[in-house]
Each structure stands twice: as structure tokens, then as C-alpha cells.
């Protein structure tokens, strides 16, 4: 099971490289996109869109563009994350963050190009025209005030105020849930999922988003730079709204697994390998902090 989680990510990025060479072009610009786009990252939404879509009979390639477009548009929000204005992060992925790399108006604008380079990918892909209509409906609900961008905006205005434990919820669900579950609901879709597998999918997005987020936090306390590849401590700093803040690190855990026992139950109902996968994988980040 571990193996098809590495799988599916070869699968994805020897897509995402085809797919870039093939719009190659000269600009600053785009080299920017490329340079984030490509640098090392998890691959964590494709590959739950590859999975959620085998999971219930469809064709993980199906996904490809799809993947690539959730990939961009995650890429952005984190150019955007890092930015001065924002984080002001200047490592990512074990990198130079993009505006370090190449200025803050290019940064900037290379964020902003991401988001209409990811509906290009649904756009040229291979689904029917009801599919493309349904994901970039979906895209737009769930990454903007639907969802990524008013969680960060939440996120942002929260910090260094006193926050509960569901205003945390409620940030985390917006700006990290939504994207997973985003990548559920789309695998799902493109593989004409019964209503009950495709709320049991976005389900499982949702309460991984939480999961994920928890750990992301815990991580950003107990574990490295050199580790993650990203600056740790800041969160403590900037007195960021987390779910370490309003719970102390201990229950913190607890909800993360929780949260993650919640993922795995919701399709627990499913038999095949790719859905076992997607429990594997719940699993795997969960493991990240024990
Ligand atoms: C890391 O994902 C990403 C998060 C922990 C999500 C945090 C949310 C934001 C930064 C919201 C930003 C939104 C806007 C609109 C600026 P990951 O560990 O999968 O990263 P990887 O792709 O590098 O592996
Ligand atoms: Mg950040």
C-alpha cells in the first residue's frame, strides 16, 4: 500500500513535468511558477485525487489535470503564504521561498498566474463538458471565501488575538481542509461516485485537512528546519491561532488522531486497495508526529 502512495507520486510528477515543458516558454514569469510548482513537495492532493477516484472504480490518470490544477493552486497559496506581507517565510520545501528567490512583485504575480494557469488545466483536459463546469465550480467555492483564502485571511487576522478552540476549527477547515476535500470531491466526480461514496470521500478530505493542519502546527514546535525544510518556531512567535495554543500539546495529539480515526472510519465501508490506500495514508501522517 505504502509503494502505491509513492507510485501515484511518480505518476504525478512525471505528468507535471510533461505537462510543463510543454508550455515551456521564456518568461521570468512562468520560470517563477515552474520554480515553486516543481521544487520538492509532498503531492499530498493529487495523490488523494488519484485515490479517491480508483477508490470507486474510476482511472487514477483520469485525475492528472485535475491534480495539476488543485497542485497550482496550493503552490500559489503558498508563494502568497511566504510573502513578506504575510508570513514573511524566506525557506520552503528546503528552498529559497519564490519571492526570495526572485523579488516580491514577481512572487507576487507568479501566485496570481497559478490560479488562471489551474483553470487552463481543467480547461484542456479530457472531461466532459458537466465534469469541467462541476470542478471549476467547485474550485471557486472552496478556494475563495468558500474556503483557502478566507481561512488565510482568518488566520492572518487572528493572530496574536485569544481564540477557542472552534474559531481554530474553523480556520483549519477553511484554509487546509477545504483543499483536501476539494481533492476528494474531485477524484470522486470524475469517477461518477454514488452520493453516499461521495460524501463519505469529501468526508474523509475534510477530517484529514484537520488532521494534517494539527500536525503541521505540532511539527512546527517539536521538529526542524533541516526536517521540514521550512523555518520551525514561528507559529509560538506571531502567537498564531493553532490547535497546540488552545489545547496544550498533549490533547493537541489526541485531536489530530481523532480527527484522523474520523478519515478512516468515514470510508471504512470500502474495500478496494486504493481505498485501503487512503486509510495507509491517513495513517502515514498521523505518523509524522509519533
Ligand atoms: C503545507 O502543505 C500547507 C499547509 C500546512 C496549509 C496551510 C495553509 C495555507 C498556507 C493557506 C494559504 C492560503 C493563501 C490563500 C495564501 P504540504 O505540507 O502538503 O506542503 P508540500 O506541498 O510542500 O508538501
Ligand atoms: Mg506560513
Redesign the pocket.
Known amino acids: 500500500m505504502l509503494r502505491d502512495l509513492d507510485n501515484k507520486k511518480s505518476q504525478f510528477e512525471d505528468f507535471l513535468k510533461a505537462y510543463l515543458s510543454d508550455h515551456d516558454n521564456r518568461s521570468g514569469l512562468y520560470r517563477a511558477c515552474v520554480y515553486s510548482l516543481a521544487?520538492?513537495?509532498?503531492?499530498?492532493?493529487p495523490i488523494i485525487l488519484m485515490l479517491s477516484c480508483e477508490s470507486v472504480g474510476g482511472q487514477p490518470e483520469d485525475t492528472l489535470h485535475a491534480g495539476l490544477a488543485i497542485?497550482m493552486i496550493?503552490?500559489?497559496?503558498?508563494?502568497?503564504?511566504?510573502?513578506p506581507a504575510?508570513?514573511n517565510d524566506n525557506m520552503?520545501?528546503g528552498m529559497p521561498t519564490c519571492h526570495n528567490k526572485f523579488g516580491e512583485a514577481t512572487a507576487i504575480l507568479a501566485?496570481d498566474s497559478l490560479i488562471f494557469l489551474a483553470i487552463e488545466a481543467i480547461a484542456v483536459a479530457g472531461y466532459t463538458p458537466d465534469i469541467k463546469l462541476d470542478l471549476l465550480g467547485a474550485i471557486g467555492d472552496m478556494?475563495g471565501m468558500g474556503g483557502?483564502?478566507l481561512?488565510?485571511?482568518e488566520?492572518i487576522m487572528a493572530e496574536g488575538k485569544d481564540v477557542t478552540l472552534n474559531d481554530v476549527e474553523n480556520i483549519y477547515l477553511k484554509?487546509?481542509s477545504r483543499?483536501f476535500e476539494l481533492a476528494a470531491y474531485a477524484g470522486a466526480r470524475i469517477a461518477g461516485a454514488s452520493d453516499r461514496d461521495m460524501f463519505s470521500l469529501r468526508y474523509y478530505g475534510r477530517e484529514l485537512g484537520l488532521a494534517?493542519?494539527t500536525i503541521?502546527?505540532i511539527l512546527d514546535i517539536t521538529s526542524t528546519e533541516d526536517a521540514l525544510?521550512?523555518a520551525v518556531g514561528r507559529d509560538v512567535l506571531k502567537k498564531k491561532a493553532t490547535m497546540v495554543r488552545v489545547l496544550g500539546m498533549d490533547a493537541a495529539r489526541k485531536w489530530a488522531k481523532e480527527r484522523t480515526n474520523r478519515a478512516i472510519d468515514s470510508i471504512s465501508y470500502m474495500t478496494s486497495p486504493a481505498a485501503e490506500t487512503l486509510r495507509e495514508l491517513a495513517k502515514k501522517l498521523l505518523g509524522r508526529i509519533s
Not at 39 to 45: A, F, H, N, Q, V
Open positions: 521544487s520538492p513537495g509532498k503531492r499530498i492532493r497542485e496550493h503552490t500559489f497559496s503558498l508563494i502568497h503564504d511566504d510573502l504575510i508570513d520552503r520545501r501566485g478556494c483557502l483564502v481561512g488565510e485571511y488566520d484554509k487546509t483543499l494534517f493542519q503541521d502546527d525544510g521550512k
